[in-house]
């Protein structure tokens, strides 16, 4: 790839994309983690819808021919140890590898640690102590699986396009159709077009709108670079950039893209600070959780963007193993971390009252 | 308008010295879920009609806080944009 187009088309890409997840507030760890946590669904339901509509827009393009669908192949082993790695490294980061970068958009020291552990533990093991451990998880390789067989270029798209309009309807009747039922009863205009501006970059996005933007976005990344947006593989970039004579290429600039896309985003909002955690050990966790997310990113051939907004919508079952893994791994350390002590308080209560 | 925009300004200003603040609760330089979970195991500990103060300055937790607060039923009083990315909830526990 041409250097000065993956400057233009990276940084551009970039940036939207960093403006759509600071707006969005799209971050995966909340997505998860606060289904189990705080019983909330928008932010998984922005997750849901965005898979629905890169499923359409990947097998259009892939139609088309303009596009190449590559599903990753599928290693169980791997699959299985990254995701969970890096599920619970995003609840300790505070973030996933997409929620991370754009935080450092708006101002958070935090994420910037965690996004330092990130490309540290992701060069550990692309080439580094954890190269054999890795290498050993990924041995075995059962070749590119979807959910529907093995991988063809004709058929899997069909198949694409079919899951993702019953998604979208389903979503439309389950979730969409309540809500404009509701307006309708209550005689409110359906869009509001005097605050259209203030809703657009001073407020927080519906999560249907970030989840079609996203959608979109990631679908024009696939069509720019003909292979899926990544996070990891951008701050690895980044690193050699810095201390190679490497040039950077099409990942790093959408890193650095997102970053100034959400800082404007934040700025234009009112949203930009400078922040650092009150507690000085928080950022010792969100470097660790860094670390354990680059490992599993690696491992896994992907971070959460990779495989789940890249490998899901391919209907990869690797991708799908992951992002389940993924889930997983967050609700294990969201439950250790955040609800087993208060699950245990009443008791103890109890048990000091007799 | 801009002085319909003063108006309310000071009104709500007003309004809020009204209300004794039992309690603050400082979540700036927390990131979700931290403000989240912390104002919620806070309102859990507070009595009925007691007034709870959060200080907050993470942009996700600042727009979901007073939902949540709602879902359980306490009444939010308000929430004020202090400054860049600060905010000030005051929630009335029912």
Not at chain 1, 14 to 22: E, T, V
Not at chain 1, 224 to 243: K, P, Y
Not at chain 2, 5 to 30: E, P, Y
Not at chain 2, 76 to 81: A, C, H, P, T
Request: positive net charge; glycine residues 12%.
């Amino acid at each position: 790839m041409d250097f000065w187009y993956a400057l233009v088309a990276g940084l551009i890409i970039g940036a939207i994309f960093g403006f759509i997840l600071q707006r969005g507030r799209f971050c995966m760890n909340s997505a998860f983690r606060d289904i189990l946590l705080l019983k909330e669904y928008k932010l998984a339901k922005a997750v849901t819808i965005s898979l629905a509509v890169l499923m359409v827009g990947f097998a259009i393009f892939a139609f088309g021919g303009i596009i190449d669908l590559n599903p990753r192949p599928f290693k169980p082993l791997a699959a299985i140890v990254g995701g969970l790695i890096f599920g619970i490294g995003m609840v300790l980061a505070a973030g996933c590898a997409s929620g991370t970068t754009y935080r450092v958009g708006e101002g958070m020291l935090g994420s910037f640690v965690a996004a330092i552990g990130l490309t540290g533990g992701a060069l550990m093991t692309a080439a580094g102590p954890l190269f054999e451990a890795k290498n050993t998880l990924q041995d075995i390789d059962l070749g590119q699986i979807t959910l529907f067989g093995e991988f063809d270029t004709t058929l899997t798209p069909v198949w694409m396009i079919i899951v993702g309009i019953v998604g979208l309807v389903l979503m439309f009747y389950f979730w969409g159709w309540p809500a404009i039922k509701k307006k309708r009863e209550a005689n409110e205009p359906m869009i509001k077009m005097e605050n259209f501006k203030e809703a657009t970059f001073k407020k927080g996005w519906p999560w249907w709108v970030t989840g079609i933007a996203i959608g979109i976005i990631l679908t024009a990344g696939y069509i720019a670079s003909n292979g899926v947006v990544g996070i990891t593989g951008g701050w690895m970039d980044i690193s050699q950039w810095f201390t190679t004579s490497n040039i950077m290429v099409w990942a790093g600039f959408i890193i650095f893209g997102i970053i100034l896309g959400s800082f404007l985003s934040a700025y234009i909002g009112g949203e930009f600070k400078f922040r650092v955690p009150k507690d000085g050990f928080t950022l010792v966790k969100q470097f660790i959780g860094g670390l354990l997310m680059g490992f599993g990113a690696v491992t896994a051939s992907g971070c959460n963007v990779t495989n789940i907004l890249g490998g899901v919508p391919q209907l990869s079952l690797h991708s799908i193993i992951v992002g389940a893994f993924i889930v997983i791994g967050c609700w294990l350390a969201a439950y250790l971390l955040f609800m087993w002590r208060e699950d245990r308080e009443p008791k103890e209560k109890k048990l000091k009252a007799e | 308008m801009i002085i319909q925009k003063l108006n309310n300004k000071t009104k709500k200003k007003s309004w809020i010295n009204m209300v004794d603040i039992t309690d603050t609760l400082d979540c700036t330089g927390d990131v979700c879920p931290y403000p989240d979970v912390k104002s919620k195991r806070k309102v859990k500990k507070m009595k009925p009609g007691e007034v709870l103060e959060i200080l907050i300055d993470y942009p996700l937790s600042a727009e979901r806080i007073p939902e949540t607060m709602k879902s359980m039923g306490h009444e939010v009083l308000s929430v004020d944009k202090t400054g860049d990315s600060s905010w000030k909830i005051l929630i009335q526990i029912k």
